[in-house]
């Protein structure tokens, strides 16, 4: 069993609740995902996944297909 693992992306283009909105509910349909924390003051995206469900590739995938890109 794979530790539960808690990563915080940065997300330029988070700019107000919609986009909150938007990206809670494109990652919470992915599998795995237990928490998201989306913050608009900092432009960043929290969330508490297991990775034996839920790839890093899939979330960034998942933000990007709905225009948000993950800063590196």
């Not at 839920?54 to 297909?65: G, H, K, N, V, W």
Request: glycine share 4%; charged share 20%.
């Amino acid at each position: 069993m794979t530790e539960k693992q808690t990563v915080t992306l940065s997300v330029p283009d988070v700019s107000c609740e919609h986009c909150v909105k938007a990206i809670d509910t494109a990652l919470g349909a992915l599998p795995g995902i237990e928490r998201i924390t989306t913050n608009l003051q900092t432009k960043t995206v929290s969330l508490r996944y297991d990775p034996d469900q839920a790839s890093m590739q899939q979330i960034e995938t998942a933000l990007d297909d709905i225009g948000y890109t993950v800063a590196k």
